[in-house]
Nanobody, 121 residues
Framework: QVQLVESGGGLVQAGGSLRLSCTASGSIFRIMHMGWYRQAPGKQRELVATITSGGSTNYADSVKGRFTISRDNAKNTVYLQMNSLGPEDTAVYYC???????????????WGQGTQVTVSS
């Protein structure tokens, strides 16, 4: 069993910053890919940023230069630093991880419960 716990969402004014965290716990042998996705009301879930186990990152064009994804492998945690936030960033943010459990050589995808980010204009 693997659990993901997200934190850091909230209400912020346009131009402000927030930092999201997502920590994985449980029967984890290795965490491969980690990422953040978001879903705004009435829209499909979209990729925000990803980071590989080696630290390579990928960002949606809409957040490049404003958001930074990072990870702490010792803590099984992925972060999303969000700066220069605008109302268009309002959404529920979900972390996504690809994990190899301790009891089998297979990869499983897990999603966090989601954390609300609201940016007021």
């Amino acid at each position: 069993q693997v659990q993901l716990v997200e934190s850091g969402g909230g209400l912020v004014q346009a131009g402000g910053s927030l930092r999201l965290s997502c920590t994985a716990s449980g029967s984890i042998f290795r965490i491969m890919h980690m990422g953040w996705y978001r879903q705004a009301p009435g829209k499909q879930r979209e990729l925000v940023a990803t980071i590989t186990s080696g630290g390579s990152t990928n960002y949606a064009d809409s957040v490049k230069g404003r958001f930074t994804i990072s990870r702490d492998n010792a803590k099984n945690t992925v972060y999303l630093q969000m700066n220069s936030l605008g109302p268009e960033d309002t959404a529920v943010y979900y972390c996504n991880v690809l994990i190899m459990p301790t009891d089998r050589p297979a990869l499983y995808e897990y999603w966090g419960q989601g954390t609300q980010v609201t940016v007021s204009s």
